[in-house]
T-cell receptor, first 112, second 115 residues
Framework: KAGVTQTPRYLIKTRGQQVTLSCSPISGHRSVSWYQQTPGQGLQFLFEYFSETQRNKGNFPGRFSGRQFSNSRSEMNVSTLELGDSALYLC???????????FGPGTRLLVL | GQQLNQSPQSMFIQEGEDVSMNCTSSSIFNTWLWYKQDPGEGPVLLIALYKAGELTSNGRLTAQFGITRKDSFLNISASIPSDVGIYFCAGQATNSGGGADGLTFGKGTHLIIQP
């Protein structure tokens, strides 16, 4: 069974731009969570989607948003990029809420 | 918010030695997970623990869910070069709505093995 896939793997943007990252969960998994990983803050939870609805949200500003499609694929969007948004963005999928999460390889975003 | 204290921050050991790392929290978690992350990759699940007191093994890895539900440890026996990487603990708690929160991660333990 294929694992979680994320596209693109690498991205360079400039301050003020916006970016959309994509995540395809493991087949049959209906929940998708997003995390931000930085050297200073470590891994931090952004949000979780299940059945196209946001079920959980971490402590990030409204510039960070996401959505989930009927096939469970998910996208996250960051608007008005700041230098501090440079990070590895990880997507994790699980069969359902409160189930074990499996991570994708991440998208490395560099904001210049 | 919840925080996990993971220690040690880094370990320099000889190949063949046993390794032990742990995580503690000031709040209760219902699930403890241990992940390993290699450079440029996402975390890979090693062991999942769902019940207080549970002791689970996965090959040379053994992890336990503390009785108080506020701590967990991971042991690696007879380390080999491919064990090099960053190990993360993660806890999942119940939120005020009765559902599960997103995972809370420790800062990681860097394991470096000298041949």
């Amino acid at each position: 069974k294929a694992g979680v896939t994320q596209t693109p793997r690498y991205l360079i943007k400039t301050r003020g731009q916006q970016v959309t990252l994509s995540c395809s969960p493991i087949s049959g998994h209906r929940s998708v969570s997003w995390y931000q990983q930085t050297p200073g803050q470590g891994l931090q939870f952004l949000f979780e989607y299940f059945s196209e609805t946001q079920r959980n949200k971490g402590n990030f500003p409204g510039r960070f948003s996401g959505r989930q499609f009927s096939n469970s694929r998910s996208e996250m969007n960051v608007s008005t990029l700041e230098l501090g948004d440079s990070a590895l963005y990880l997507c994790a999928s699980s069969l359902g809420l409160e189930e074990t999460q499996y991570f994708g390889p991440g998208t490395r975003l560099l904001v210049l | 918010g919840q925080q996990l204290n993971q220690s040690p921050q880094s370990m320099f050991i000889q190949e063949g030695e046993d390794v032990s790392m742990n995580c503690t929290s000031s709040s209760i978690f219902n699930t403890w997970l241990w992940y390993k992350q290699d450079p440029g990759e996402g975390p890979v699940l090693l062991i999942a623990l769902y019940k207080a007191g549970e002791l689970t093994s996965n090959g040379r890895l053994t992890a336990q869910f503390g009785i108080t539900r506020k701590d967990s440890f991971l042991n690696i026996s007879a380390s080999i070069p491919s064990d090099v990487g960053i190990y993360f603990c993660a806890g999942q708690a119940t939120n005020s709505g009765g559902g599960a929160d997103g995972l809370t991660f420790g800062k990681g333990t860097h394991l470096i093995i000298q041949p």
